[in-house]
């Protein structure tokens, strides 16, 4: 049977007036699989119920934040929405060009501007900073009460939530942890938690996945073209975007996030503990959806952590 079928019948049997001449499954990321339809469209269909709500949510999102920031995000065309797998949800959007800024290739086109062989071209990389940093600054500055779905959402509680996951690690993520890693997770989490301040903030809309699979180049202008994968999005610490920030391109190219935007400093002790999560958070991710792949990166990451 061929694989996309069941996928094309979803889409047909809602948009019954949209042509379906090509199918090409670009990707299964941690909760959606992916379909490039007719070489333009991109229709996303969630892995799991959780993921449902999470799409429902990221509409309201999308429609809401596409016309107030500077950058491409996806804006939802095609919609089914339902309670069950098995109807086969969805979300589709016109493709944003462009391709994920992996560290790798962010550091080889900077190398390719560069005058000096083996030194990076600095206004290159403060450029794709300003970027980020103006798109973030943008979305943390956009008015929650405006949002429909923020309506329906119980207030953010950020000692609530870091001590729900700290709770969960514990629980389901221990067993699978060697004795180090576990020592190491308690100091992390038990220091952040401990600080008052650190749950003293004002809250913001977030992206809560601000990674490189997320963020799109274009290498032509050499810019960055689009942001991707809004199903994190929601009310939270700014600090979360930053430190996926961090993770992904170094302290190097952080420092020129510090230059471009010098308040993200008042947020760098929340900044690196943010960071310090994310093994344990994709591991935790495996062991809760039964991700094999997941779970063993994110232990392996933690292992270099200890």
Known sequence: MN??????????????????????????????DVWLINGRLIFRFPKYESAIRDMEREVAFLLYAADHVSLEIPRPVFIHTCPSLKELPFIGYNKIEGEPLEADLLQAEASNDSQEEHVPNEAFLRHIAGQLDDFLQELHGLDPKDLACAQREPGYDGYREWSDMYERIQSRLYPCMKQGARAWTDRHFSAFLGCKANFEITPSLIHGDFGTSNILYEPVSKRVSGILDFGSAGMGDPAVDYAALLAS??????????????????????????????????????????????????????????
């Open 3 to 32: 694989k996309a079928q069941p996928y094309l019948e979803a889409i047909r049997q809602r948009y019954p007036e949209l042509p379906l001449d090509t199918a090409e499954k670009i990707g299964a990321g941690q909760n959606n």
């Open 249 to 306: 391109y170094g302290e190097s190219f952080f420092r020129l996030v510090l230059v471009k935007n010098p308040k993200a400093r008042e947020m760098l002790s929340r900044i690196i503990f943010y960071k310090g999560t994310f093994a344990l958070q994709e591991a935790l991710f495996g062991v809760e959806n039964e991700d094999p792949e997941a779970l063993k990166s994110g232990l392996e990451t933690l292992e270099a952590l200890e």
